[in-house]
């Protein structure tokens, strides 16, 4: 299933991510970078950013990098394992990066580090996905 080639531009225009303030740095060849300045809007109860927040971009940043969503191949999760190490708190900002670690035919597998401002890790997944082509 051919789609639309995404780019930066596309790619920051999707709803659910502008809703989050989450925006797409850059896409590689091999990976993609999105970040995002944790706010009130990312809280939960104890006060810190909501891990769905992270989950969020672990399962975003996946689908960018050049062979994926940028070359057209249409794709959709089938597992999403996240870890988390440390809490992010208000005013962090979060890198999230990701790593093409195996590209099949009919699937692929995605690694990806959340770092905060200070280089220090947040949270870690790793992404299947199956491509729809």
Same mark, same amino acid.
């Given at each position: 299933m051919?789609?639309?080639?995404a780019?930066l531009e596309?790619?920051?225009?999707?709803?659910?991510?502008?809703t989050?303030?989450?925006? &797409?740095?850059?896409i *590689?060849d091999?990976?993609?970078?999105?970040?995002?300045t +944790?706010s009130?809007?990312?809280?939960?109860y %104890? =006060?810190?950013?909501?891990?769905?927040?992270l989950?969020?971009?672990?399962?975003?940043?996946?689908f960018f990098?050049?062979? &994926?969503?940028p070359? *057209?191949?249409?794709?959709?999760?089938?597992?999403?394992? +996240?870890?988390?190490i440390?809490?992010a708190? %208000? =005013?962090?900002?979060?890198t999230?990066r990701?790593?093409?670690?195996?590209l099949?035919r009919?699937?692929?597998?995605?690694?990806?580090?959340?770092t905060n401002q200070?280089a220090r890790?947040?949270?870690?997944? +790793?992404?299947?996905?199956?491509?729809l082509?």
């Amino acid at each position: 299933m051919a789609i639309e080639p995404a780019t930066l531009e596309s790619g920051n225009r999707i709803p659910f991510l502008q809703t989050l303030g989450i925006q &797409l740095h850059e896409i *590689g060849d091999r990976h993609a970078i999105m970040q995002v300045t +944790v706010s009130e809007l990312h809280r939960n109860y %104890l =006060g810190g950013a909501h891990g769905g927040l992270l989950a969020t971009l672990v399962d975003t940043v996946a689908f960018f990098p050049r062979p &994926l969503l940028p070359s *057209g191949t249409a794709c959709t999760t089938t597992s999403l394992n +996240v870890t988390y190490i440390r809490p992010a708190a %208000l =005013g962090d900002t979060l890198t999230a990066r990701s790593e093409l670690l195996h590209l099949g035919r009919r699937t692929a597998s995605v690694r990806v580090e959340i770092t905060n401002q200070d280089a220090r890790l947040v949270a870690h997944g +790793v992404i299947g996905l199956m491509l729809l082509a």
